[in-house]
């Protein structure tokens, strides 16, 4: 067995580009029976990334020198409030690639061609018992979430979920903001960076993921779901928002939230369509 490559020599050898060809297509579903672990009843078949890319959305791969997929981004396309969004509903990156940057580069691709296209907000939904994917989502990328959904998908096969009911938050990805900008450069944007203050703190105990992973530690994981489900979802309708993630240890981390606007995004929209809509 070949080693795996390090991160480095990821970050150059690895391309990404939009999918073309059924080939590559049938590759995104096979990527997700392995990294998932998907029945047929969950994998996203071959035919609606097809019309994903017909449509206006998004198919964009990740390919070794070999031209092997090794990851890959799907958005569809919607329309929500007067305005053109994308909902970006997987991002996938096989265990050997992963930590190498490698998501983040197919989100930034994502960006760059959303905007190229003149869509400003994307969307996706995430596990708020995910503290790594929480990290990257709000501190990485510098997305907000301010909805709650639960049991979002129903019952879902994928391993990683163990049985848990779906519950999701929904991270918006305002792609033109400050916050945004800072984020990508590396500054990390806290929920104070634009002189909001943190109102509320959500935590992810220590030990999650073990609990998570583990039939013993089954009902303890739903019970943290349960009691910050219910905060999430009071806080939201109090008009806060999640604005940073701060990382513990084994699993464990705090989202902060606190009163948030768009910088940008809504006057550039009162300029086009005449009003702000409101947000239902």
Not at 3 to 30: K, N
Not at 74 to 89: F, I, K, N, Q, V
Not at 168 to 173: G, N
Not at 188 to 200: I, K, Q, R, T
Request: charged share 25%; hydrophobic share 40%.
């Amino acid at each position: 067995m070949s080693p795996e490559p390090a991160a480095d020599q990821i970050q150059v050898a690895v391309a990404v580009r939009a999918c073309s060809g059924f080939a590559e297509l049938d590759g995104c579903v096979e990527l997700q029976r392995q990294i998932w672990g998907y029945s047929s009843d969950d994998v996203i078949p071959r035919r609606l990334f097809v019309v994903a890319q017909r449509i206006g959305g998004q198919t964009l791969g990740a390919f070794s020198p070999s031209g092997e997929l090794v990851g890959f981004a799907m958005a569809l396309p919607g329309w929500r409030d007067g305005m053109s969004y994308l909902h970006s509903h997987m991002l996938a990156v096989l265990p050997a690639y992963r930590n190498s940057g490698l998501g983040r580069r197919l989100k930034l691709a994502q960006r760059e061609d959303a905007l190229a296209r003149g869509i400003r907000l994307m969307e996706w939904t995430f596990d708020p018992l995910e503290s790594k994917n929480s990290f990257f989502n709000i501190e990485k990328l510098g997305a907000i979430a301010r909805s709650y959904s639960a049991e979002f998908y129903g019952v879902s096969s994928a391993r990683l979920q163990g049985g848990r009911p779906t519950d999701r938050l929904h991270a918006e990805w305002w792609m033109e903001s400050d916050r945004v900008r800072r984020a990508i450069a590396g500054e990390h944007p806290s929920a104070g960076s634009s002189g909001a203050p943190v109102l509320e703190r959500i935590e992810l105990p220590e030990g999650l993921e073990e609990w998570k992973e583990s039939a013993a530690g089954h009902e303890q994981a739903l019970a943290v779901q349960a009691a910050n489900r219910k905060r999430f979802q009071e806080a939201f309708a109090r008009g806060l928002a999640v604005t940073g993630f701060v990382r513990g240890g084994s699993g464990g981390g705090t989202f902060q939230l606190s009163h948030w606007l768009p910088e940008t995004t809504f006057s550039d929209r009162r300029e086009r369509n005449g009003s702000v809509p409101e947000r239902s």
